[in-house]
């Protein structure tokens, strides 16, 4: 069984560019959600997606927007990169809706470094 | 709102003794699940644990165990025998019926002496 991979596993850009993460889910997971976590801080909840549609979605502004493809892959998109948006990038993975109190499968997260 | 909060500063725990390590929640919706996470530095976060507001009987995996009481909506988890691996930081959080979010706390890091 292969587990969550992202990449890439690091990441340096500069102010007001665009940057796209990856996310490749648990074999037969179809929901996948992304995190934000700032240096110090817990995880912040961006937005989760299930069967390709958005299911949710934290207080972070439009720039900040997602796919999900029908083999359940994902990508985080971040237009206008700003000096906060530097973190770690987190996707977890699970089967169904996290309502239903799955869990979910992390994977090892992209660092994003914006100069 | 969904609210976790870890407070603890800094733990540090002798090698093979237990640690405590302290979360509480603040929710109003009556169904919710609570989980604890380890996040090593190289920054995966690990399952550790799960606790659901219904569920009866304190949750136990191997060497965790979370000490749920729910009037005062406290949600500890209690490792038994520390490892040197156990070193990380550990992470409380919580999710509603409301929404289909993760809600963390702050972390707290934990250092195993040997």
């Known amino acids: 069984e292969t587990g969550v991979t992202q990449s890439p596993t690091h990441l340096i850009k500069t102010r007001g560019q665009q940057v796209t993460l990856r996310c490749s889910s648990q074999?037969?997971?179809?929901?996948v959600s992304w995190y934000q976590q700032a240096l110090g801080q817990g995880p912040q909840f961006i937005f989760q997606y299930y069967r390709e549609e958005e299911n949710g979605r934290g207080n972070f502004p439009p720039r900040f927007s997602g796919l999900q493809f029908p083999n359940y892959s994902s990508e985080l998109n971040v237009n206008a990169l700003e000096l906060d948006d530097s973190a770690l990038y987190l996707c977890?993975?699970?089967?169904?809706?996290?309502?239903?109190?799955?869990?979910?499968?992390f994977g090892p997260g992209t660092r994003l470094t914006v100069l | 709102a969904q609210k976790i909060t870890q407070t603890q500063p800094g733990m540090f725990v002798q090698e093979k003794e237990a640690v405590t390590l302290d979360c509480t929640y603040d929710?109003?919706?009556?169904?919710?699940?609570l989980f604890w996470y380890k996040q090593p530095s190289s920054g995966e976060m690990i399952f550790l644990i799960y606790q659901g507001s219904y569920d009866q009987q304190n949750a136990t995996e191997g060497r965790y165990s979370l000490n749920f009481q729910k009037a005062r909506k406290s949600a500890n988890l209690v490792i038994s025998a520390s490892q040197l691996g156990d070193s990380a930081m550990y992470f409380c959080?919580?999710?509603?019926?409301?929404?289909?979010?993760?809600?963390f706390g702050k972390g707290i890091t934990l250092s195993v002496r040997p």
């Open positions: 959080a919580m999710i509603t019926g409301a929404n289909s979010k993760l809600t």
């Open positions: 977890a993975s699970s089967f169904g809706l996290v309502g239903g109190y799955n869990e979910q499968f």
């Open positions: 929710t109003s919706d009556p169904s919710y699940g």
């Open positions: 074999s037969g997971h179809n929901t």
